[in-house]
């Protein structure tokens, strides 16, 4: 219960880097919203055709954003 307490004195978004994969088809978060989320985040943004399930319709699309982001 310690942790939901704990304050957050440097966010790693802004020292590490970060990965944005932008659904360029979502209903939920439109893509304007997520490209200025990872443009504030620093993020290295991929785009791909698919909605707010893209991990569903696009997994070899997910899966190379994760190689690319571990290598």
Do not use: C, F, N
């Amino acid at each position: 219960m310690d942790a939901l307490g704990g304050a957050v004195t440097e966010p790693a978004w802004r020292s590490k880097p970060s990965w944005y994969l932008v659904a360029t088809e979502d209903r939920m978060i439109p893509p304007p919203a997520q490209r200025a989320m990872a443009e504030r985040a620093g993020a290295t943004v991929v785009d791909v055709i698919g909605s707010h399930a893209v991990y569903v319709s696009q997994p070899a699309a997910v899966a190379a954003l994760i190689r690319q982001a571990a290598a």
